[in-house]
């Protein structure tokens, strides 16, 4: 394993383990004002998504808590397989829980970064600055880590090259 793919792996566990801290002991109650203006898509989609996401967050392991067993487990995967000499596993197991994670998690922080592109008065609909890091830490986290996957195992651009 290169020391660049260490770095990644290592930011994608710090990351996540900062969002499943966050969920485990900061408080959970938010009732802050939130005021709906006429046009806010990402919130829509959010908020219409949000029942399915969470029957999926819920029912699916390896997303708990950040998304941190998911990515203990692709890391795992990832280095048992260059042990063993079969590096594909250790890429298509990593690649899938960084899409699993995206799709599960990816969704909040598109979903306000297109509200904050449409109007800026939609903060108000995501309860401000206090609804938002409610709303978004863990799902900015996961989503930050499964990035970090996917660039842990990305190829170099010289290994494609000469091989």
């Known amino acids: 394993m290169s020391w660049r793919s260490r770095w990644w792996w290592a930011a994608a566990l710090i990351v996540s383990s900062a969002g499943a801290a966050r969920l485990l ?8 004002p ?3 203006p006429a046009v806010c898509p990402g919130w829509d989609a959010y908020m219409t998504a949000g029942p399915v996401l969470g ?3 819920v029912r699916v392991p390896p997303l708990w808590f950040a998304g941190l067993p998911g990515l203990v487990l692709a890391f795992l995967t990832h280095l ?6 079969r590096p ?5 197991v990593p690649r899938a829980v960084a899409a699993l994670l995206l799709a599960a998690y990816g969704t909040g922080p598109v979903a306000f970064a297109v509200d904050m592109a449409v109007d800026r008065t939609c903060l108000d609909t995501w ?23 996917l660039a842990a195992v990305r190829r170099s651009s010289r290994r494609a090259v000469l091989g």
Not at 127 to 140: D, K, Q
Request: net charge negative; charged share 10%.
């Open 55 to 57: 029957e999926v967050l």
């Open 88 to 92: 594909r596993i250790g890429v298509v």
């Open 127 to 149: 309860g401000g600055s206090l609804g938002v890091a409610f709303f978004l830490t863990a799902n900015v986290a996961a989503t930050l880590a499964a990035l970090c996957v």
């Open 34 to 36: 939130m005021d709906i």
């Open 80 to 85: 048992v397989s260059l042990r063993l000499g």
């Open 25 to 32: 002991f900061l408080d959970h109650s938010f009732f802050g």
